[in-house]
T-cell receptor, first 114, second 110 residues
Framework: DTAVSQTPKYLVTQMGNDKSIKCEQNLGHDTMYWYKQDSKKFLKIMFSYNNKELIINETVPNRFSPKSPDKAHLNLHINSLELGDSAVYFC?????????????FGSGTRLTVV | KQEVTQIPAALSVPEGENLVLNCSFTDSAIYNLQWFRQDPGKGLTSLLLIQSSQREQTSGRLNASLDKSSGRSTLYIAASQPGDSATYLCAVYAGNQFYFGTGTSLTVIP
């Protein structure tokens, strides 16, 4: 199936831990994104990569570090997790000209920090 | 900065009714607008994508319109069904990213 795949789907961890979320797309897209959806369902962009290069880096704590080993993968590493990091994190991809074709989203990773 | 607002925040209708969801945005300099559906605990499914040069798009019982100059879009759902119950999000593409609204939570009562 052609899709944007995220792992894990659920992640429960203690404060202070370091965790990673992985994202892969097999759509042939060259741009990938991380979005955070808060408890009020509001989606806000965190990072965007085009062909492994960072193009959007919104105001996010530097505990969050994206890594793109190739244009089909964009991982998110989070250091020293805090309670406020609990949210659903969505990966998405598009052609660089997202203006034409829009976004395709993964199914999300629900992160709970306890 | 682009801001996207969706009204109403929640809507409950009996099965079979036609309904309209509204989306407004503050900056008309957009490339396109995309409507998504999100089921509880799930990801976002794209419903319709309207380019800035287009006025509307249709898919089955769904029709989305765009009035770029006034900063408005509507999603019309005909003959609603319980399976349409979900949160509907609109997003506008401007600059180099999509900006999302806060969504309308729709419940269709059998």
């Amino acid at each position: 199936d052609t899709a944007v795949s995220q792992t894990p789907k659920y992640l429960v961890t203690q404060m202070g831990n370091d965790k990673s979320i992985k994202c892969e797309q097999n759509l042939g897209h060259d741009t990938m994104y991380w979005y955070k959806q808060d408890s009020k369902k509001f989606l806000k962009i965190m990072f965007s990569y085009n062909n492994k290069e960072l193009i959007i880096n919104e105001t996010v704590p530097n505990r969050f570090s994206p890594k793109s080993p190739d244009k089909a993968h964009l991982n998110l590493h989070i250091n020293s997790l805090e309670l406020g990091d609990s949210a659903v994190y969505f990966c998405a991809s598009s052609q660089a000209t997202a203006a034409v074709y829009g976004y395709t989203f993964g199914s999300g990773t629900r992160l709970t920090v306890v | 900065k682009q801001e996207v607002t969706q009204i109403p925040a929640a809507l409950s209708v009996p099965e079979g009714e036609n309904l309209v969801l509204n989306c407004s945005f503050t900056d008309s300099a957009i490339y396109n607008l995309q409507w998504f559906r999100q089921d509880p605990g799930k990801g976002l499914t794209s419903l319709l994508l309207i380019q800035s040069s287009q006025r509307e798009q249709t898919s089955g019982r769904l029709n989305a319109s765009l009035d770029k100059s006034s900063g408005r879009s509507t999603l019309y759902i005909a003959a609603s069904q319980p399976g349409d119950s979900a949160t509907y999000l609109c997003a506008v593409y401007a600059g180099n990213q999509f900006y999302f609204g806060t969504g309308t939570s729709l419940t269709v009562i059998p």
